[in-house]
């Protein structure tokens, strides 16, 4: 079973930027597609970006021309970097397979927006 662990969350003020970085505990990471999600509090979890094994990328049209996925599979490590944050945007944010079978859940990171 794979492991996931986010880390890169904090407190930034409307406008800024963070990176956020999902780190795996074994290597048949590289043959998934991943994403990132989040979940704001009293909302469901969801999909914010995706990438493929091949590095495809996709967005969800919030986050669209803000958000960047990327990943270093020699590092196990898929990243987010996350520019021009809005309020809506605060949540805590998970990484996990693109897909419809999913690994553990990790215990995210929190992303709070606010001045």
């Known amino acids: 079973q794979v492991q996931l662990v986010e880390s890169g969350g904090g407190l930034v003020q409307p406008g800024g930027s963070l990176r956020l970085s999902c780190s795996a505990s074994?290597?048949?990471?590289?043959?998934?597609?991943m994403g990132w999600y989040r979940q704001a509090p009293g909302k469901q979890r969801e999909l914010v970006a995706s990438?493929?094994?091949?590095?495809?990328?996709n967005y969800a049209d919030s986050v669209k021309g803000r958000f960047t996925i990327s990943r270093d599979n020699a590092k196990r490590t898929v990243y987010l970097q996350m520019n021009s944050l809005k309020p809506e945007d605060t949540a805590v944010y998970y990484c996990?397979?693109?897909?419809?079978?999913?690994?553990?859940w990790g215990q995210g990171t929190q992303v709070t927006v606010s001045s």
């Open positions: 996990n397979r693109y897909s419809s079978t999913f690994v553990s």
């Open positions: 074994r290597s048949i990471f590289s043959i998934y597609d």
């Open positions: 990438i493929t094994s091949g590095s495809s990328t």
